[in-house]
């Protein structure tokens, strides 16, 4: 059996917007299946153009972008954003539809899948981020944490061969935190969370990426990452008041 | 962020089981509009026809009273008649020909009957439109719409204009506790200038909320149409049930031409 090719493949990504600010300079990043990776970095390091690069909303202006093998052009652009499933950073964003269980079954629909397929398809990606019970909710009933997992959720129906996670801590209270992360380390999918919590990246990811300037400046273990004082100082990242990175055990 | 208050479209909505919450919603949207139809159809200036009015009022209460929708209910639905109050009744005042004295005032004879018709029109189909809003739920009258093959551009419209109202509102709340925080207490020409600040800005991030809530949609695979879930068959019955409002109105209207 040959070896999969990797879920996210980047090479050499360079993209300018069209108001002549450059915001990535070449960034490289293997991303192979089943991985759980953290992309770190400070505001305005690139992260959010990086993400949308990944599923074909930006096109790159130098470089490429696989995924699992299939390069990220206009007419694949379909297939790709059934693989590549991106979690915004504000639900209210991602959820629109009138109830939880149209907004999940509205990826797949959009996929053409049957109608049975697509209910099946709910109610699996519900239950794995354990909501099933708020299918015929409305979104704005719902509390924030409860969204966050819906809006998982949502990409989930959709059989991604990567989530990606536009800061999935933010704005959570720490029950709210604790929850989503026990169903992150659950997802049996490839995994990009993007985020400036540090302790939720040593918690979810045994590996992390920092870019900061439209580069990629680090890439290693999380445990030594984080240990690397001079090298987040550098990069404006900083470890909260009382925390200690220290090495831990990959999960599984 | 905004949870928990709001609601405000959701709050017309009276959850219940009558036989009026029952029916599509396509149905009840053809009878309330077809009712409408056969109110605005009466004329004015024939006699009978406060008599006619008399009877489409007494249809669309027994249809009230047996979906459960208090008079309350009813008197609140009837605030947005507001405007055509303040018309109606400077017509008689306004208009030409005949005069009648009315509680000492001299005024036009069209002109009140004008008034009071429009009065009469206006009044019956927001109590029938009460009704439907408050026995259907904003999405199922959605759905009712999309079925009525209403073009999906504006079932999408309507669609998000019921998702946003209340985070919208929200952010609009959040913006004015954040003002009156820092001493804002309105008034004066200063306040308009900062309510029209307000106003712009709110403007601004919903427009990019817009972009945003695009953005996530084309990560989905939206492609312009929205696929939607499969029409639920029709309960026989329901359309005979649905339109025996604007049949009961018709009836009124018939006997009141035949007759008249």
Redesign the interface.
Known sequence: MSVPPPSLLVEDLAFAYPDGHQALFGVDLRIEQGERVALLGPNGAGKTTLV?HL?G?LRAGRGRVTVAGLPVEKRSL?EV??R???V?Q?P???L????VG?DV???P????LP?DEVTARVAEALAQVRMADAIDR???????GQ?RRVAVA??LA?RPEIVVLDEPSS?LDPAGRRELAEVLAELPVTLLMVTHDLPYAAQLCPRSVILDGGVVVADGPTSEVLADAPLLAAHRLELPYGFSPRPTAPPG | ???GH??SL?ARYLPGGTAVHRLEPHTKLVAVLAFAVVVVLTPVQAPWAPAAYAGYLLAVLTVAAVAGVGPARLLRGLVVEVPFVAFAVLLPFVARGPEVQVLGLSVSQSGLAAGGGLLAKATLSILAATVLAATTE??AL?RGLERLRLPQVLVQIL??M???A??VGGELHRMRVARESRGFTGGGLRGLRVLGATAGALFVRSYE?GE??H?????????GS??G??AAPVAPGSWALALSLPLAAAAVLLTGMLLG
Do not use: C, K
């Open positions: 949308l599923n909303i379909q954003r059934r590549v499933g991106i915004f504000d209210d964003d991602q629109f539809m009138p109830t149209e079954a509205f990826g629909r959009n996929l053409g109608e409305a979104p704005h009933h719902l509390s924030f969204r949502t990409v959709m704005n | 962020m905004g949870a709001g609601a959701t904003p999405r959605l669609m998000f019921i998702r946003y209340d985070v909320r945003r809530v953005l996530a949609m084309v990560s989905r695979g939206y492609t929205l696929p879930s499969p």
